[in-house]
């Protein structure tokens, strides 16, 4: 059975980072794509970020236009581990952040199409 446990979440001033950790047991990292989605209080769930395995130590990762340049995911295979490396931090990244994870297939910024969820982790950005 496939768990996903985040952690890292906390309250910080614009400007800050933060840097969410998703602890994944049951499967590794590299089977299939790992996302992070996040949901603001009165809003659907919205596409993060996400990374699949290419090859030797070689990820593709793919982000929503709204954290591009300021957001990178990343996996570490030998704590199989993701991470979420958050830069910047505006008061609309305000949100709970979830770790998802997609058996098999490509990217997808469709949250339908992850199979397994965390309980997710709150990120609080004041101005």
């Known amino acids: 059975q496939v768990q996903l446990v985040e952690s890292g979440g906390g309250s910080v001033q614009a400007g800050d980072s933060l840097r969410l950790s998703c602890l994944v047991s049951?499967?590794?990292?590299?089977?299939?794509?790992m996302g992070w989605f996040r949901q603001a209080p009165g809003k659907e769930r919205e596409f993060v970020a996400a990374i699949r395995r290419t090859g030797d130590n070689t990820y593709y990762a793919d982000y929503a236009d709204s954290v591009k340049g300021r957001f990178a995911e990343s996996a570490d295979n030998a704590k199989n581990t993701v991470y979420l490396q958050m830069n910047n931090l505006r008061p609309e990244d305000t949100a709970v952040y979830y770790c998802?994870?997609?058996?098999?297939?490509?990217?997808?910024?469709?949250?339908?199409?992850?199979?397994?969820w965390g309980q997710g982790t709150q990120v609080t950005v004041s101005s």
């Open positions: 998802a994870a997609k058996t098999r297939g490509n990217l997808s910024w469709m949250r339908a199409q992850y199979n397994t």
């Open positions: 049951g499967r590794t990292v590299d089977s299939g794509v």
